[in-house]
């Protein structure tokens, strides 16, 4: 059964908590993922970054792939405002910040050739919402990939990981579980190519 998290992070106190939490190993993690899927360092073309959030993986995708221009969708005004401070003026050319609700968006192009998403499809109150935007966006070949949180099976699992991830972290943090660090060595499941 499904959890949701709140569909939207609109408050500041969330967004700079978020914005400021240590996710470098998923992150990081996620786009090694998208490396060995692509398997093509001179990867090139436009991609689709969807629920942004504060641009980190956006930012690291487009280190990753230099010859990429990125759309980095995020349903949040104050997340992307956020995103916009972050990004570096070296990549201000390649990145572009939509906002928008999935499935109804409107960006910049048509066919996509990667649309990738990490930590987007708990947020969704409808996950056919992802799945209509995925058929609308995606060019002909183009390459999908998806990661998402693993939930903990109890909620003494859950309070365990929060007490070892985030004891110390700010009650912003706690509340929200923004720091809490699955491991991110579990398998998984796939990542498509």
């Given amino acids: 059964q499904r959890i949701l998290e709140p569909e939207l992070m609109e408050e500041a106190a969330q967004v700079k908590a978020y914005a400021e939490a240590d996710f470098s190993e998923p992150h990081g993690h996620f786009i090694e993922l998208l490396k060995a899927a692509i398997d093509d ?5 436009f991609a689709l970054d969807l629920g942004c959030g504060p641009g980190d993986v956006t930012v690291r995708f487009a280190r990753a792939f230099p010859g990429c221009t990125v759309h980095a969708v995020d349903g949040s005004l104050a997340m992307l405002e956020q995103a916009g ?5 070296a990549l201000e050319q390649r990145i572009v910040y939509v906002q928008g609700r999935l499935p109804d968006l409107d960006l910049p192009r048509q066919g996509y050739d990667i649309i990738f ?11 056919s919402a ?16 998806l990661m998402d949180l693993l939930r903990p099976h109890s909620k003494q699992q859950a309070q365990a990981l929060l007490n070892t991830y985030a004891g110390n972290e700010p ?23």
Avoid: C, M, Q
């Avoid at 401070?85 to 003026?89: E, F, G, V």
């Avoid at 998403?117 to 996950?127: A, E, G, K, V, Y």
């Avoid at 992802?130 to 990939?145: F, V």
């Fill in 130 to 145: 992802l799945w209509k935007t995925l058929l609308k966006y995606a060019g002909p070949g183009a390459r999908i990939a």
């Fill in 171 to 193: 009650e912003i943090k706690r509340v929200f579980g923004l720091v809490i660090d699955f491991d991110t060595r579990l398998p998984i499941d796939e990542v498509a190519a």
């Fill in 41 to 45: 360092p001179a990867f090139s073309g």
């Fill in 85 to 89: 401070r972050l990004l570096p003026k």
């Fill in 117 to 127: 998403s990490n930590s987007l499809l708990h947020h969704l109150p409808d996950p």
